[in-house]
């Protein structure tokens, strides 16, 4: 019996790894290729497509761009599930003016940092 047992407990242990991203991948050269002050609402949708969020704040337009990406490791054992889940976004918004002129750009791209972290506990 204990055999059995032993055998039950080692064929439920198991572990996953997973990964998901949402959002296309923000190019840099184009990004570089949108100026401040010259640079349309029409030549920023022709350059990146479409945004996936448009906001307005203090009276002017906001196109927001993203990327995230997750990745995930757990140990799944019989009566405690351990699970780690890392997640980090590129994020570009572009504030445009009066006249759908880019007044501002703001760029952050951090999903390269993204490890992979198979121990659940701290760093």
């Known amino acids: 019996m204990t055999l059995l047992s032993v055998a039950m407990l080692v064929l439920t242990v198991g572990c996953a790894f997973g990964r998901a991203t949402l959002g296309d991948e923000i190019r840099e050269q184009n990004v570089t290729a949108i100026k401040k002050g010259v640079t349309t609402r029409a030549e920023v949708v022709t350059l990146l497509g479409a945004p996936d969020r448009f906001t307005q704040a203090n009276d002017r337009a906001i196109l927001q761009y993203y990327r995230y990406d997750m990745k995930s490791s757990s140990l799944l054992l019989l009566l405690v599930n351990v699970s780690r889940f890392n997640v980090k976004s590129d994020d570009l918004f572009i504030v445009l003016d009066h006249g759908g002129i880019v007044e501002d750009i703001l ?6 940092k993204l490890a992979f972290q198979v121990w659940p506990f701290g760093d």
């Open 107 to 112: 760029f952050s791209r951090r999903t390269d």
